[in-house]
């Protein structure tokens, strides 16, 4: 299946069907069924094959990490940008975008700033309605696309630990036998030992673990605090290693987004909204709409690419075609 390219032919069928047949019950409710609680939670059984191809298909054995974590390509990125004379205003959420005689305002705290010729929303389906309250009244039929659009979110607690946890190590994925997470042994779906990828020099010293999860953003993890998120997910740490003790524990941090794990559904591909939107200037790239792909940061590269371009285009300077 890796080497071949049928996801069109793929995506009318579930996963749970396709594999449960293919593989046989016994298999598939042991490793593939688990695999799909832990990204899906309760959507296991909805995904469509087409999204098992493509995770199987991109997979390859060199795994790749920027030194200093993604910031540093973020970084590098904002310092570019600026450099050929884009502004970059952080720390001040967008309210309203909103066409006033052809051009666009972006309103924010700081009140009102435009005109724009074109604007591009990057923010999940669901807040990009809100924010874009005239594509519901002038483009309900996109407007019906992006409002149907299902995701889930997630939670991270990254722990720095004086001592190692596990050795030789790095990522354990621990299977689900349920959507529902209290009915699974361990409380979170990855255990990942980041020192045991790249080295604790970068870090100060610390070993760094990453317990991270997929909820919908109802589920009580996000109600919960963070001193009741600790005590729920270190206390299972003992399983991994039996001398642990809450004294290894030098810090931890809580992270927490409730649009983090899109999720399709069988013929997806007829589903998802296309980069421009009806209304002259207005544009819209998610990682909804990176597919049959997972979501990552490679594709947020290229579908910026891809809708530089058609705004280039629009424009007709053709510098989005550098
Ligand atoms: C737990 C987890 C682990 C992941 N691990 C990896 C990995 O190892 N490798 C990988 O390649 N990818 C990984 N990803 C996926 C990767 O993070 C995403 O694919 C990528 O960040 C998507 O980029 P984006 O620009 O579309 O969205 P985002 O990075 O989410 O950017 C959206 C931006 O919009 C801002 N924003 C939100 N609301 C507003 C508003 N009202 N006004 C203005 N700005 C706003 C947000 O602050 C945010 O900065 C992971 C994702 C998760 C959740």
Known sequence: MRFTRPWRT?????????????????????TWKPALINKFGHYYDQVPMSWMWAR?????????????????????????????GAKI????????VEQVGGRWFVTTAEGEQGPFDQCLLTTSPQLTLKIAPQLARDAAEYAQQLANLKSIGALVLVVALRWPLMKNTYWLNLPA??????????PFLALVEHTNFVDKKFYGGDHLLYLGDYVPADHAYFQMSQAEIEELFLSKLIKFNPNFNRDWV?????????????????????????????????????????????????????????????????????????
């Open 250 to 322: 030098r810090k931890t941090w809580l992270f927490r987004t409730s649009y983090a794990q899109p999720v399709p559904f069988v013929n997806h591909s007829q589903a998802i909204p296309d980069l421009q939107t009806p209304l002259q200037g207005l544009y819209c790239a998610s990682m909804s709409q990176v597919y049959p792909w997972d979501r990552g940061t490679n594709f947020a590269v290229r579908m910026g690419r891809e809708v530089g371009k058609l705004m280039g285009k629009e424009r007709g300077d053709g510098r989005g075609e550098k």
């Open 177 to 186: 036998q349920s959507p529902n997470k209290e009915e699974n042994e361990i």
């Open 89 to 96: 205003v952080y720390n001040t959420p967008v309210a309203k």
């Open 10 to 30: 793929l995506e009318k069928r579930t996963a749970d069907e396709w594999m449960r047949r293919w593989y046989g019950t016994k298999i598939y409710e042991s």
């Open 56 to 84: 199987l298909h991109a997979r390859t054995f060199r795994l790749g990490y920027f030194e200093g974590g993604f910031n540093t390509f973020v970084e590098r990125l904002a310092s570019t940008v600026e450099r050929r």
